[in-house]
């Protein structure tokens, strides 16, 4: 089983050169630190900056240089400053290359929920009803299942949707899947994994085609 | 050259009321119009509509008017940071539209830009949809999403001039430059008001057409909201 880093760093390998990508809050924030060195990657932050780098040295914070998580950043060589609709057409024209987001549910024909718990939880959007309506490649990177144990992966979402069937891969806790028409297609096991142990944690529809390799993780 | 300045803050704000509709630059609470926000304050204007990405946190930002109770509906893609925010809008007392973030963009830029409306894939399939028009194009689905209307756009800035000529500085920027001329009076406050002639032309983010009222304001708290460091080795 992966921790957060585990699931980062599978996700890491997603990552190819030339790459612009936008990293949601939470788990896919860790991904930067597992790219590899010897591809050129950018990274952007909706709230407007292209070529993020790591988090400054105490006592160089900027409070006018941050992330879409708020967080004091640096920029890279190359970065660029640039206002909100500017940034959302990168995202709606497709300009960006790979958005790796969080999620409270998948469902097995894509859609995606993870804005609102009606009555509970009422944050807002953000930028990820944008993100998801227009990336070519979104990667959900979640747990598996919920504090509660009940499996994310569902047959339809019951939460609020963010967007409809847009997800076409899931890096989780205890597998990589793929989404197809028929529904989540078991691509890999977590290091330790039984094929037994990800159907019992997945609700929706689960295809296994012949041997599931277990994940490599450098 | 046509001059926007204004002496101070009061001046600025003239002709604020009760119930109006305003657009506050911003992100998280970088780049947000700190002199604008505490004037409202100051002059106690209630029933506002805010148009702001986020709604600050409890006690800097937009927070402070909602401590107040000044707010009567803020529209927002994000929220998440303040207490009193989320207690006032589960009680009903605070109307809340949230607002896909490249949308709440866009819609600015619209007003700023004169297109009624115009189409996006963002939040189709959702509640955000809902009762609105849809149409496909391309074999893809979008919701139609109208243009704001505002009576004030506060919007900060790092350097600007006696024409109105803002630069912005960093993520600052956000929603600052498309807030501009998108209401039918928008307030600059900038760090650092300079004399005509003083700015590149080919560096200006936001011509002074799109200004009507410019000011210095002074010392900025900037407040950081999540300080990230890391250590040196």
Known sequence: ?218 | MIRKTVTDVQEALAGVEDGMTMMLGGFGLCGIPEKAIAQLVALGVKDITCISNNAGVDDFGLGLLLQKRQIKKMISSYVGENDEFERQMLSGELEVELTPQGTLAEKCRAAQGGFPAFFTPAGYGTEVAEGKETREFNGKMYVLEEAYKADFAFVKAWKGDEAGNLIFKGTARNFNPVMCGAAKITVAEVEELLPAGSLDPNQVHIPGIFVQRIFEGESYEKRIEQRTVRQRI
């Open chain 1, 1 to 218: 089983m992966l921790d957060k880093n585990g699931i980062a760093k599978r996700i890491a390998q997603e990552v190819k050169d030339g790459y612009y990508v936008n990293l949601g809050i939470g788990i896919p924030t860790l991904v930067a630190n597992f790219v590899r060195e010897d591809i050129s990657v950018e990274f952007q932050s909706e709230n407007g900056v292209l070529g993020m780098g790591p988090f400054p040295f105490e006592g160089d914070e900027d409070a006018d240089i941050i992330n879409a998580g708020k967080q004091t950043i640096t920029t890279l060589p190359g970065a660029s400053f640039f206002d909100s609709a500017l940034s959302f057409g990168m995202i709606r024209g497709k300009h960006v290359d790979l958005t790796i987001l969080g999620a409270m549910e998948v469902a097995e024909n894509g859609d995606i929920a993870n804005w609102k718990i009606p009555g509970k939880m009422v944050k807002g959007m953000g930028g990820a009803m944008d993100l998801v309506a227009s990336a070519e490649q979104i990667i959900v990177a979640m747990m598996h299942t919920n504090r509660a144990g009940e499996s994310k992966l569902l047959k339809a979402c019951s939460l609020p949707l963010t967007g409809v069937g847009c997800v076409k891969k899931i890096v989780t806790n205890l597998a990589v899947l793929e989404v197809t028409p028929e529904g989540f297609v078991l691509m890999e096991r977590a290091p330790g994994v039984s094929v037994e142990e990800i159907k019992d944690a997945t609700e929706g529809a689960l295809i296994i085609n012949g041997e599931v390799p277990e994940m490599v993780l450098n």
